[in-house]
Every structure is written in structure tokens, then in C-alpha cells.
């Protein structure tokens, strides 16, 4: 079964508002979850590290007052896309690491967001 | 910047067939490699993870690496209709772009698998 869910699976939204989406991870705890944003016909890219109690960790040239980042449990992160704009039209996936010898990490379904 | 290659594809192949899926990366310090599988309009699910040399199989599917050619494949033994996705390979890397220099997965272009009745 699904490890790692996320909230909505899809949203709409008009341009100029912000969209909050969640990551929580199943049946164990995740200090670390990954934010990644995918465009159609395009590989993942990673966004943002996401750290319990601590600030996100965003990879170049992604905007941190754009894309805010809050790990606020153990078992769940949001991100929530700030006046959104139809650029911001994208699949974004959540992903968690099960821990502790493993590297592995799963994926959220994804929550694709079209911005009008 | 640090480069996981992959063929994009579409790579076609008959059912019950093999299919090969090629990766190679540019960091040699890499210790961790993925294979993940992903259907259009889903997220990516982990088929495999290896972190030797050599061959690791699970069920169809066998993983192999080799960091010495810093090659990373994986092959689909009986190919089925339903394992035509997109395969992504990943390798679990530092990142110097990062403000704090941590590791995170770095993920190629993905190959188009299409597996043919």
C-alpha cells in the first residue's frame, strides 16, 4: 500500500491566489521529506528539502518566498505555492526516505496544479 | 553539475521479450542507485535499489552496476504490455549546488519503455 500520500490530487486555481499542498507520511515518521515539480515530457526536479523544525533547504534558483515550505510533524510537510501564476502549472510530487540504512525514497501520487 | 544520462527512447520491444534500460552518471563517489517506474500522468514507483557491484535480482527484473564504468542497468525479463512506462534511473548524490551541500536523489531523463502484444 501507499506510503507517502498527498492532498489534493489535483487543484485548479486562478492566477494571483496560493495553493497549500500536503505530504504526510504513512505508518512512519519522516524527519526529511523532498519536494519535486515535473513538467509534462520533462524529468523531476528537485524543488526543495523539506526538514522537521528547521527552515526548507531550496535548490538553486527556486524562489523560497514563492514556494513556502513548512515541516511542522514528523509525519507531515506542506508546501503552499504563493500567488500562482500560470507558469507555476505543474505536477508537484512529495517523496520520504523510510530511514535509516535505507536511501530509499517514495513518492507522494502528486498533486498537479493548473493555474488559470 | 553533476549528469545521470539515459537513452530517452521510446524503446519498443516485443512481449516476453528482454528489455535493457542503460543509465551511466558522472559522480564516482555515488554509492546509491535507483530504478524507478513511471506511469504517464503518475508519480514514480522504486522497482529497485542496488548499491554493489554486480547483479541484483527481484523476480523479472535485475539490476546491475558497475562503478568502474559508472554504469547502472536494468533489465525486464518477459516483457509485459503492462511494464511500458517511463524508467527512471537515480542516483543518490551529493549536491554541490545546494546551500548545505546534502545528498539528495539526482534523477536522469528517463527511458520510454513500449512493450508490444
Known amino acids: 500500500g501507499a506510503v507517502v500520500s498527498q492532498h489534493p490530487s489535483w487543484v485548479i486555481c486562478k492566477s494571483g491566489t496560493s495553493v497549500k499542498i500536503e505530504c504526510r507520511s504513512l505508518?512512519?515518521?519522516?524527519?526529511?521529506m523532498f519536494w519535486y515539480r515535473q513538467f509534462p515530457k520533462q524529468s523531476l526536479m528537485l524543488m526543495a528539502t523539506s526538514n522537521e523544525g528547521s527552515k526548507a533547504t531550496y535548490e538553486q534558483g527556486v524562489e523560497k518566498d514563492k514556494f513556502l515550505i513548512n515541516h511542522a510533524s514528523l509525519t507531515l510537510s506542506t508546501l503552499t505555492v504563493t500567488s500562482a501564476h500560470p507558469e507555476d502549472s505543474s505536477f508537484y510530487i512529495c517523496?520520504?526516505?523510510?530511514?535509516?540504512?535505507?536511501?530509499?525514497?517514495?513518492f507522494g501520487p502528486g498533486t498537479r496544479l493548473t493555474v488559470t | 553539475q553533476k549528469e545521470v544520462e539515459q537513452n530517452s527512447g521510446p524503446l519498443s520491444v516485443p512481449e516476453g521479450a528482454i528489455a535493457s534500460l542503460n543509465c551511466t552518471y558522472s559522480d564516482r563517489g555515488s554509492q546509491s542507485f535507483f530504478w524507478y517506474r513511471q506511469y504517464s500522468g503518475k508519480s514514480p514507483e522504486l522497482i529497485m535499489s542496488?548499491?554493489?557491484?554486480g547483479d541484483k535480482e527481484d523476480g523479472r527484473f535485475t539490476a546491475q552496476l558497475n562503478k568502474a564504468s559508472q554504469y547502472v542497468s536494468l533489465l525486464i525479463r518477459d516483457s509485459q504490455p503492462s511494464d511500458s512506462a517511463t524508467y527512471l534511473c537515480a542516483v543518490y548524490e551529493r549536491q554541490a549546488r545546494r546551500q548545505n551541500s546534502g545528498y539528495a536523489l539526482n534523477f536522469g531523463k528517463g527511458t520510454s519503455l513500449l512493450v508490444t502484444p
Open positions: 505508518d512512519f515518521q519522516a524527519t526529511t
Open positions: 517523496s520520504a526516505p523510510l530511514g535509516g540504512a535505507s536511501y530509499e525514497q517514495y
Open positions: 542496488i548499491y554493489s557491484n
